[in-house]
């Protein structure tokens, strides 16, 4: 049946009309909600940084190609840049990391040790104070820290240093600069490493 002379009412719904609630619900949230997203989403991506398949940077594209707004939250949110896995970044990369952290304290973590320590050098230039470091010893024969030397203002500002040696073979050579000693690092550094234990 057929109903003659009735024309379609517009929508009047409040808000519809300019387009505000046609939004995704994630684009509303208030930007200190985001902020913790962004750090929740982060910290899954971070946890489990010892295993090499694992994208420990994925965080950055989940947090900053979802839309425009979050995006601009998550750039200028300095503490979301704290964490810095180098063997996952290129150096271009890195220097972008280190620059949108500002001038928060860092937690820097190498899972690839060959890819992630010609970065380190960019630590000792940055000028960032850096609150914990973490490598991963896998396969690792000999290890030094050259960033740490003389009056390196970043082995001064090193709260912890973890050094992550599951099912790998003894390490032979350990060579640690004095700067290094100085820290509170330091109570790793007599840990045997043939134990085959995380310290």
Known sequence: MTHVGTEAKPDMTPGLEDGRDKAPAMSRLPP???????????????????????????????????????REISLNFPLLWTAIDLSRLSAEGSRTVLERAQSRA????TSRL??????MELLSHCGVPIERIAFNLSNAREVSLPWFRGSNSNALNLVSLKIAVANCPPVEHWSTPSALLRTPASSFLGTPFGNNKNT
């Open 106 to 109: 860092l937690n820097v973590f």
């Open 32 to 70: 200190e909600i985001c902020e913790e997203i962004f750090l929740i989403v982060r910290d899954v991506h971070c946890r489990n940084w010892k295993k090499e398949s694992l994208i420990t940077m994925g965080w950055i594209g989940a947090c900053t190609h979802v839309c425009q707004r979050w």
């Open 114 to 119: 060959s890819v992630g320590l010609d970065k």
